[in-house]
């Protein structure tokens, strides 16, 4: 069974400048999930679809990040303007759907912004 | 914020010994997970326990919960360095999952 792929695996940007990541879930999970994980710390939830719907956006800043879901199927998450805080490790995941907890994540997509 | 914070922030111990790290978290739960992050690498689920269970055991792991005191542990026993690693824990808060800080062990050959 494939996992969860994700690309770029590295971005190297400057400040200002835009960048967009790209998730592909398991097949036939209706959940999709986009966490930021900040060195050190634990990964935090930035967005949670159910199918093409959005479940919860609260902690997304969306003044610059924006995501969306295809189809109910691959999802693309964006930022634009970068800062410098936004440097960090962007973890998708996903799971057979909301009811069902355990996650399957993704190697992940490191930003660096400088 | 944080729903749960793991305690020690990290842990150095011999191969052979057992590792243990405690997870705190705040609000009533459903379940609660386990999860393993190498370095510079994904998340792997590693067991789950449901709010009505106190221990699970999966191979050299033992879990416990404690829903009164909103704690739960993680006992990896009989260490071997490839066990090295961040270990997490999550809750459901109440349909999402809410990581803890983590804890990062290293496990001396």
């Known amino acids: 069974e494939a996992g969860v792929a994700q690309s770029p695996r590295y971005k190297i940007i400057e400040k200002r400048q835009s960048v967009a990541f790209w998730c592909n879930p398991i097949?036939?999970?209706?959940?999709l999930y986009w966490y930021q994980q900040i060195l050190g710390q634990g990964p935090k939830l930035l967005i949670q679809f159910q199918n093409n719907g959005v479940v919860d956006d609260s902690q997304l800043p969306k003044d610059r990040f924006s995501a969306e879901r295809l189809k109910g199927v691959d999802s693309t998450l964006k930022i634009q303007p970068a800062k410098l805080e936004d440097s960090a490790v962007y973890l998708c995941?996903?799971?057979?759907?909301?009811?069902?907890?355990?996650?399957?994540f993704g190697e992940g997509s490191r930003l660096t912004v400088l | 914020s944080q729903q749960g914070e793991e305690d020690p922030q990290a842990l150095s111990i011999q191969e052979g010994e057992n590792a243990t790290m405690n997870c705190s978290y705040k609000?009533?739960?459903?379940?609660l997970q386990w999860y393993r992050q190498n370095s510079g690498r994904g998340l792997v689920h590693l067991i789950l326990?449901?709010?009505?269970?106190r221990e699970k055991h999966s191979g050299r792991l033992r879990v416990t919960l404690d829903t009164s005191k909103k704690s739960s542990s993680l006992l990896i026993t009989a260490s071997r360095a490839a066990d090295t690693a961040s270990y997490f824990c999550?809750?459901?808060?109440?349909?999402?999952?809410?990581f803890g800080t983590g804890t990062r062990l290293q496990v001396f050959p």
């Open positions: 326990i449901r709010s009505n269970e």
């Open positions: 995941a996903s799971s057979l759907d909301v009811q069902a907890p355990r996650l399957f």
């Open positions: 097949s036939g999970h209706a959940t």
């Open positions: 999550a809750t459901d808060y109440p349909d999402k999952l809410i």
């Open positions: 609000t009533s739960i459903n379940n």
